[in-house]
């Protein structure tokens, strides 16, 4: 190299500079992109609940638990009748740390109930609105109550018989009885440190997160899944090569000073660490306690702990039933079919899918296999849960594709959207062409099958393709892993790498189509129009509270 060729190379010193200032030029972006959606946040979504973890998760799994919270403060309906505003859901979630001891986790969440709303109004704000309303209870129920639209702070929307939605004007496709909930001080729910007004922080219970079960766990916690058949039994991975069974209902709530692990079953059979983890969710005795994992190995393993469960015995040891060889890669991730309990999938580092038989006799070459299946390590697969035939998939090419598993030459779809490469992906559990996925850009993606090929205009194509229906982008680091709530439509939690976890509902008007908005009748078509007409007279009150708070400027 000449001597001017090195005085023009970077030093190490400059490298390092550059470096430095990129990373602050990167997290300056995040927090402004941070700041502007936190701005929308009432716009977008129901509800947002942050909750900051002691150690980041890298897994994340809601269990199939819902109780409603009876006992402690009543709050207070409009109508005069006592109802609670809150229901408790709980969360798997687990710890990754070096140099501590890790756990595995329970979290008990409280979410608003889904047919009850806050009304922030005071009492005279009440009164006012009904002597000018002519009515005891005022148009609480209404599109044009700022408190029924959500005011700043993201909340749930009233959902009456007669609710209308607040952009179509048109009735609720999700009609149903409502409870108002008064806030316990209406008066003292503007949060000066947050500038908001409103929301269920004002309510006791709601929003409410903690950790319920600490369970000494080995090494950091990978993934960790739930037998559907049985929620107390939990399999997670960890950084060494065994998988650990965990009967819940056997293990103290929180661990005595000095505890060690000691999971129910140990599963050995691995040579390497892993993130795979599946169960068999099919009815039926014969399937109860089968499990498929994944490794560093390159290798699937085809578990049975029934019997090992039923012995009772801390430690016991259980062997694989079967081990699946083919990839020449690390085996990313696993599923077990919805509805044909002996097929299984397994994807990884080698841009593989395969498709298994998980018989005796067919366990030595995979049924299908799609070979570059993405530009990229596959790190993710799920099998529709109703659909037989469907499979998706996400890779780090920083796409989502689906297939159909009677022809996989070439995918149905490819849903392009995420910047960065897709970690996990799941469907959801009330809506069969709805998907969601998960990346290190920061986001989660709700995709919806239904709109695929729809026409857009030049301004919505700027927004992303048409399947896109939702990001959310509440999180300022790598999404490690995301769960759809069962007993709670369209609610999901995730957890990143920067310690958070996220619980949040999109807005209704969101994901509800224009057709699902029908009128009922002639009568209540008049009544709408009397609704505008009143409405133009009085303005409209939630807008106006909004400008109030946010100024012309922000909302423009």
Avoid at 106 to 122: H, K, W
Avoid at 157 to 164: F, G, L
Avoid at 229 to 254: C, M
């Amino acid at each position: 190299m000449t001597d001017a060729a090195e005085s023009s190379a970077p030093t190490g010193a400059a490298i390092d500079a550059n470096s430095t200032l990129a990373a602050q030029l990167e997290e300056r972006l995040i927090h402004q992109e941070y700041k502007i959606w936190k701005k929308n946040t009432p716009f977008l979504y129901d509800f947002v609940m942050t909750h900051g973890l002691e150690w980041p998760s890298l897994t994340c799994q809601w269990l199939p638990t819902k109780k409603e919270l009876n006992d402690g403060q009543k709050v207070g309906a409009v109508g005069g009748e006592s109802s609670n505003v809150a229901e408790q859901h709980e969360l798997l979630v687990g710890t990754h740390t070096t140099g501590e001891q890790n756990y595995l986790m329970v979290a008990s969440v409280n979410l608003p109930r889904e047919d009850a709303v806050i009304d922030n109004r005071t009492s005279e704000q009440r009164q006012q609105d009904s002597n000018s309303n002519g009515n005891g209870n005022g148009n609480v129920g209404k599109a044009e109550d700022p408190v029924a639209d959500g005011s700043v702070q993201a909340s749930k929307k009233v959902k009456t018989s007669d609710d209308n939605n607040p952009i179509t004007n048109k009735p609720s496709p999700k009609s149903s009885t409502s409870t108002i909930i008064d806030a316990p001080n209406p008066a003292t729910n503007y949060n000066e440190e947050k500038d908001e007004l409103g929301g269920y922080a004002s309510v006791d219970r709601v929003g409410k997160i903690d950790i319920k079960m600490k369970i000494p766990h080995p090494g950091e916690v990978n993934r960790a899944r739930y037998m559907p058949q049985n929620h107390f039994v939990v399999a997670t991975r960890g950084p060494s090569e065994e998988v650990y069974i965990w009967d819940l209902s056997t293990h103290s709530s929180f661990p005595t000073e000095g505890a060690k692990p000691g999971p129910n079953v140990i599963c050995k059979g691995h040579t390497g660490e892993g993130y795979g983890v599946a169960w068999c969710g099919i009815a039926g005795d014969e399937n109860k306690g089968r499990l498929v994992t994944s490794a560093e190995d390159n290798t699937v393993c085809l578990w049975d702990v029934k019997q090992a469960l039923k012995d009772g015995k801390s430690g016991t040891v259980v062997h694989p039933e079967a081990t699946f060889k083919y990839h020449t890669d690390v085996v990313e991730d696993v599923d077990w079919h919805n509805r044909d309990p002996n097929m299984i999938g397994s994807c990884g580092d080698d841009k593989l899918i395969c498709l298994w038989d998980v018989r005796e006799g067919k366990r030595d070459m995979p049924i299908k296999i799609v070979k570059d299946a993405h530009d990229g390590d596959v790190n993710s697969l799920e099998f529709h849960p109703i659909n037989e035939f469907l499979l998706a998939s996400g890779g780090s090419d920083k796409v989502v594709k689906l297939w159909d598993m009677r022809n996989l030459k070439s995918p149905l779809q490819t849903f392009e959207g995420h910047t960065d490469q897709v970690y996990t992906i799941h469907w959801s559990p009330f809506n069969e062409s709805i998907l969601a996925s998960c990346s290190a850009d920061r986001r989660i993606a709700l995709w919806d099958l239904s709109r695929i090929g729809m026409e857009q205009t030049p301004e919505d194509a700027e927004d992303g393709p048409p399947e896109l229906l939702f990001l959310h982008g509440g999180h300022t680091s790598k999404v490690n892993d995301f769960s759809w709530n069962p007993n709670y439509e369209w609610c999901l939690g995730g957890v990143s790498e920067d310690n958070v976890m996220q619980i949040w509902s999109p807005a209704e008007d969101v994901y509800a189509e224009e057709g699902d908005y029908e009128d009922d009748d002639d009568e209540e078509e008049e009544e709408e129009e009397e609704g505008v007409t009143e409405k133009k007279k009085k303005g409209d009150l939630a807008t106006k509270q909004r400008t109030e708070i946010l100024g012309d400027d922000e909302l423009e």
